[in-house]
């Protein structure tokens, strides 16, 4: 397993009227996260939100290119980003905390329970389940690699794990005391990772990954 300190490349916030930060998603513009009773819109250049949406938001957010899913207690809210209507329950196995949408489908991040569900965005029925050894909060897919965040008292990291064995892969570890509640890549080298109470929104530096050589072509034999 790799393990390093994790690389904080920006803080946002506190933000007025939110007293924590809870589900992080990501759109390719702005960054949504959720505050209890609202979803809110961040501008990640300018640090500022622009835009919010009353609606019950608990814990973990996701994005799936046209919609908002948001996790409110046991079940999960399809938003409209747009109308800020919700269009839509599922619902929640078990509650969770955090919330990714991948291949098709709704991952689902479970805190004490220490699972992370595949699950059917239309019916919230369950179709795998991948065990961590860590409390999860916040969960996000890039590039096929599968991160999540952990809280366990006051120690908190940003973990990459094996989707199939949910081995863990790479480890960056969270200043003491900062937590890590909502989890959500940039789709390139950014983690932005949810601070809990504190109010606060943290960008992380994901690592880079070492090009792959050139793969070289023996020359086929010639045919008779």
Known sequence: ?????????????????????HGVSYDGQHVWFASGDKLNALDPVSGK?????DVAAHAGTA?????????AEDRIQKIDPKTGRVLATIPAPGGGSGLAWAEGTLWLG???????LQIDPQTGTTLRTIESNRFVTGVTWVDGELWHG???????????IDPQT??????????????????????ADQLFCGGGKTGKLRAVRRPQRSPKPAATHPIAPARK
């Open 166 to 187: 949910g081995e863990v892969l790479e480890r960056l570890d969270m200043p003491p005391g900062t937590g890590v509640s909502g989890l959500e890549s940039d789709g």
């Open 110 to 116: 479970q805190y004490r329970d220490r699972k992370i």
């Open 63 to 71: 994005y799936d290119g046209r919609h908002l899913f948001q996790l």
């Open 49 to 53: 939100t622009v835009r919010s949406i």
């Open 150 to 160: 952990t809280w366990e008292a006051d120690e908190s990291d940003v973990r990459r």
């Open 1 to 21: 397993m790799n393990r390093s300190a994790a690389e904080i490349l920006r803080e946002y916030g506190p933000f007025p009227g939110v007293d924590g930060v």
